[in-house]
Each structure stands twice: as structure tokens, then as C-alpha cells.
């Protein structure tokens, strides 16, 4: 059974910084390339960012240099490094393979940015 387990968010002032973590189970993680999405009230889910299995990664426009995905194959952890916070950040962070499983979404971890 496939685990994937958010932690780390919380609320923090805009220009704040936080690090997200996410540790999968049930899958070969060294093996999957890795994504951050996340979904702000009354939008739709979208993706923040991926890591390949070399450790490449990929930032959506709106990252703009602000924030940083890394792995850690060894404690089957991907994190998400997150500065610069703006309010429109504010969302529940997601991570899942890329591209996503539909069946892996887990609880995610909510962050909240306040002005």
C-alpha cells in the first residue's frame, strides 16, 4: 500500500520561509520522480515543482527562484523549501509521483501566509 505523508506546513507571515516534507512508503523511491503540487481555495490543484530521479528539478512560473525541491533517497523523503512566502501561497501542499498517481493523494499539509 502506497503512503504518501506531508508534514511541515503552518501559518507564517508573508516573506517567511518554510520546509515541507514528504515520505513515501509502499513504492521504489529511489525509482520515481517526485512532485509538489498544491491546490489554494477555489482553485484547482496545480504543480509547484518536480524532481527527477537524478535530482533535476522543475519549478512552475509562479516558484519564480523561491522555492526549492530536493530528495533524500536513503529516508525516502522529498522536501520542499519554501522563502519568499506571499500570501498567495496559502494553499494545502501535496506531494505524489510526477506525474501524479491519482490513487497516492494523501492529507497533504496546509500552509497559510498571512499579510
Known amino acids: 500500500q502506497v503512503q504518501l505523508v506531508e508534514t511541515g506546513g503552518g501559518l507564517v507571515q508573508s516573506g517567511g520561509s518554510l520546509r515541507l516534507s514528504c515520505v513515501a512508503s509502499?513504492?521504489?523511491?529511489?525509482?520515481?520522480?517526485m512532485a509538489w503540487y498544491r491546490q489554494s481555495p477555489g482553485k484547482q490543484r496545480e504543480r509547484v515543482g518536480i524532481i527527477t530521479t537524478n535530482s533535476t528539478t522543475v519549478y512552475a512560473d509562479f516558484v519564480e527562484g523561491r522555492f526549492a525541491i530536493s530528495r533524500d533517497n536513503t529516508m525516502n523523503t522529498v522536501f520542499l523549501q519554501m522563502n519568499s512566502l506571499k500570501p498567495e501561497d496559502t494553499a494545502v501542499y501535496y506531494c505524489?509521483?510526477?506525474?501524479?498517481?491519482?490513487?497516492?493523494w494523501g492529507q497533504g499539509t496546509r500552509v497559510t501566509v498571512s499579510s
Open positions: 505524489n509521483l510526477w506525474p501524479a498517481n491519482v490513487h497516492y
Open positions: 509502499g513504492i521504489i523511491f529511489r525509482s520515481n520522480n
